[in-house]
Structure formats: structure tokens, C-alpha cells
């Protein structure tokens, strides 16, 4: 990575702490990520997001509060350019999604590998 690569900001939004952990861990050690935060609901990523304005969201779909739905729908409408990438186990993935109201850049399923969901981030951003 070249000192001219902006390293990318990332919030992770799921309800279940270990999986916020392991992903805020697990991202924080990739040369490409500078910053990771978390969130357990949809109205808290609202208030991440209009706090640290990340690059990419990582979004949980199936929350108490707000779920991921909701939430990706208002960062959306006020931060057109953040990237939304649903991380969920919801039955069928992307397209499903998308039918259901998310406003999502890219789907990675709960049940994939840690490489595919930093592809998903990085391929969104």
C-alpha cells in the first residue's frame, strides 16, 4: 500500500457483540482499514455515522431499535457517497434485500468467510 492509498473508515453495525468484536478485530488488522467503529442498532449507526462519517458500513439487516433496513435508507439519504454493505443471514442475500427496502451497495452472508466480506468493503470502496 503506497502513502498516497487512503486507508478506509469503517463502522460495523450488528445487535450481537461478539460478532461486532471479531469484525471490528478482525478489520482493524487490514493495511487497507484505518478506523473502525461499532454500533448495536440502526439508530446508533445513524449517530455513528453523522459522527465520524466512514467510508463503508458494514450493516447487520436484523436488529432491535432500527433495523438495517431503516437505517441504510436515512444514512443514504443524507450521505449518498457512504458505502452500505449488508452482513446478514437473511434469506436471499442481495436481491432479497434490496426488494425488502435496503439501500445497499453489496450483500455478504453471515455464513462467508472473513476474506469475503473484506473483498465485499473493498470492492465497494
Not at 431503516?70 to 457512504?82: G, L, M, V
Request: one cysteine or more; charged letters at 20%; hydrophobic letters at 40%.
Amino acid at each position: 500500500m503506497t502513502s498516497s492509498t487512503k486507508t478506509l473508515r469503517v463502522l460495523v453495525v450488528d445487535d450481537h457483540e461478539l460478532t461486532r468484536c471479531t469484525l471490528k478485530l478482525a478489520l482493524s488488522l487490514q493495511s487497507c482499514i484505518g478506523f473502525v467503529e461499532v454500533a448495536t442498532n440502526g439508530k446508533e449507526a445513524i449517530s455513528q455515522v453523522q459522527k465520524y462519517e466512514p467510508d463503508v458500513v458494514v450493516m447487520d439487516l436484523h436488529m432491535p431499535v432500527m433495523d438495517g433496513w431503516t437505517a441504510s435508507s436515512a444514512i443514504k439519504d443524507q450521505y449518498p457517497h457512504i458505502k452500505i454493505v449488508a452482513y446478514s443471514a437473511a434469506d436471499g442475500g442481495k436481491a432479497q434485500a434490496i426488494s425488502n427496502g435496503a439501500s445497499i451497495d453489496a450483500f455478504c452472508d453471515k455464513g462467508a468467510c472473513t476474506r469475503s466480506l473484506l473483498d465485499a468493503i473493498k470492492n465497494v470502496a
